[in-house]
């Protein structure tokens, strides 16, 4: 690998190392890439880690008008789908197409269009979930990428998925979560992911989501991403639920659904799409991956915060006292817990209220 190129993976590396939001994590390292591969555009979305549906984007793309399109024909094209590359290592469509980048949907359909050369992709996952995804356009007059361009995303995706993760923790680890509910909202799309109809509070949690100017409306990105993966499961592009999770800034985790309207001639070929808070197991879900738990700390996790004393979960667990003891020391670890009350108020989001009984609880201060 280049000197210069090397200098670039050890910036990025120090940049994962810090302590910044997902955002500005995504906006310092694709400043850096910028820098070292000269590219055009690109877009990098966060995903939920269970479905790997996309929910946070940062983008640049050359025509923001075609982004319902841009969304859906992303989701419905197989040839390096984020879903079906090997984690963090990066992968170039000229490579795997081996020139015929025509075989790829969303390049055939639209960014040939752009005059889009080469794509360099590379997924953010590790065994507790996927974190995100990065897609790099280069246009013409450029060159394709080259194998040292694939080498040093290789090279920064393991970092860069561990800091994705931790970030997701701080989330949950971090101030007090605001409490109260939200939804359900609803949103109606049609096939070409066009917003139809939408319920009042839909403006509002789409600005959470996603920071928008207030004279301008309010980009459904996450919304158009989980519509647009019900329709890669309908056409059979990929398998994974039409839902994501995601954080309102300054407020609770919700939930996004996509199903299809039935009914009238009208009502057919339309999707709905639910906004409504997270469901309190989901949430135990989604804090047990960001936090990096084991399979057996999350069943722990499950039965903790519905109200079992040790005694209970050593018993549905098939385990000892002992070992009820080192897996909550493990998880006051990862999640920087200090107490079994704050351990279940972060797990759950406070809306649990379990009697904890003073002599189950542990405090990591004073061990």
């Not at 969303?106 to 995100?132: M, N, Q």
């Not at 903790?304 to 040790?310: E, I, Q, R, V, Y």
């Amino acid at each position: 690998m280049p000197t210069s190129t090397a200098r670039s993976a050890d910036r990025i590396v120090r940049i994962c190392l810090g302590r910044l939001d997902e955002r500005d994590l995504r906006a310092q390292v694709i400043h850096e890439l910028r820098s070292s591969l000269g590219f055009d555009a690109y877009a990098w979305l966060l995903t939920d880690p269970l479905t790997w549906v996309g929910t946070a984007p940062l983008a640049e793309v050359p025509e923001s008008e075609d982004l319902p399109r841009l969304i859906g024909l992303k989701y419905r094209t197989t040839v390096n789908r984020w879903t079906t590359l090997p984690p963090r290592r990066g992968v170039l469509l000229s490579v795997t197409t081996g020139g015929r980048l025509v075989e790829s949907l969303i390049w055939r359909e639209l960014l040939k269009g752009y005059g889009v050369v080469d794509i360099a992709s590379v997924s953010f996952r590790d065994r507790y979930g996927s974190w995100g995804f990065l897609d790099l356009w280069r246009c013409a007059p450029q060159p394709s990428f080259t194998d040292t361009d694939a080498s040093l995303l290789t090279q920064v995706a393991a970092p860069i998925t561990t800091a994705l993760r931790r970030a997701q923790a701080r989330l949950f680890t971090g101030a007090p979560q605001t409490a109260g509910t939200v939804g359900p909202a609803v949103l109606v799309l049609d096939d070409g992911l066009q917003i139809l109809q939408q319920t009042a509070p839909v403006d509002q949690h789409l600005r959470a989501l996603l920071p928008t100017d207030p004279d301008l409306s309010p980009v459904p990105a996450a919304a158009l991403n989980v519509a647009a993966q019900l329709q890669a499961v309908e056409s059979g592009a990929d398998h994974h639920a039409p839902s994501a999770r995601a954080h309102l800034t300054g407020g609770p985790w919700i939930s996004i659904r996509a199903s299809r309207l039935t009914g009238s001639a009208r009502e057919r070929g339309t999707i709905a799409i639910t906004i409504e808070t997270l469901a309190v197991s989901e949430h135990v879900d989604l804090f047990a991956c960001a936090t990096a738990v084991t399979p057996r700390e999350r069943q722990l996790l499950h039965l903790l915060t519905n109200g079992a004393d040790n005694a209970t979960i050593a018993t549905s667990m098939g385990i000892s006292l002992f070992t009820v003891q080192d897996h909550l020391k493990s998880i006051y670890a990862k999640s920087g817990a200090r107490t079994r009350t704050e351990l279940i108020a972060q797990a759950t989001a406070g809306r649990r209220a379990i009697p904890v009984d003073p002599r189950q609880s542990v405090d990591v201060r004073a061990r």
